[in-house]
């Protein structure tokens, strides 16, 4: 059976906003997250049509846009776009405080991409170490080595810590 193109659309709807906070999360810009996504919808479409729609499409979906993003932090060894603190809002949703927002941003850009990937889908998706490593293409145990220097790095970075332990807490 085929896919259908309102079938593909009702897909797009439904998850491409919780998706798009994945893409930026790991691109660290909204214009790049905003390509990684349509790059990816329509790599998804291209099987959707042909094939109908994979078994689950909103895994599948998501591998393929990891998948993307580190192939192309491969070919592209640029510096990142440094982030505006205007740029926050409403990535991370109304309850999460600005000033929090800011140290998870900057301690996903000291980041590789593989280790990005790991933390994000791992902490933002709350996906398991073999679901990781399905997205990943490699062993569970390469995804907990790459957790563990994210974190190491994260830990050797300590003016991460000292900003966050300085900045103002607001009360609610």
């Not at 998850?15 to 990684?36: C, I, K, N, S």
């Not at 900057?106 to 889908?121: E, F, I, P």
């Amino acid at each position: 059976m085929r896919g259908d193109l309102p079938d593909f659309e009702e897909f797009v709807a439904a998850r491409q906003h919780r998706l798009l906070r994945v893409a930026f999360l790991l691109t660290r810009d909204h214009h790049r997250a905003e390509d990684l996504l349509q790059d990816a919808f329509v790599k998804v479409y291209r099987r959707w049509r042909h094939e109908g729609p994979p078994e689950h499409s909103e895994a599948y979906l998501r591998r393929v846009m990891v998948n993307m993003y580190i192939s192309s932090r491969r070919h592209r060894r640029s510096t990142e776009v440094p982030l505006l603190e205007d740029d926050l809002v409403d990535t991370a949703g109304p309850s999460v405080p600005t000033d929090d927002r800011l140290i998870v941003w900057r301690a996903l850009g000291v980041l590789t991409a593989r280790q990005r990937a790991v933390l994000v889908l791992r902490i933002y998706e709350g996906m398991t170490d073999e679901e990781i490593a399905d997205h990943l293409h490699c062993a569970a145990g390469t995804v907990r080595s790459l957790a563990s220097r994210a974190y190491t790095t994260l830990r050797t970075h300590s003016e991460l810590l000292d900003w966050a332990a300085s900045a103002p807490k607001e009360k609610c």
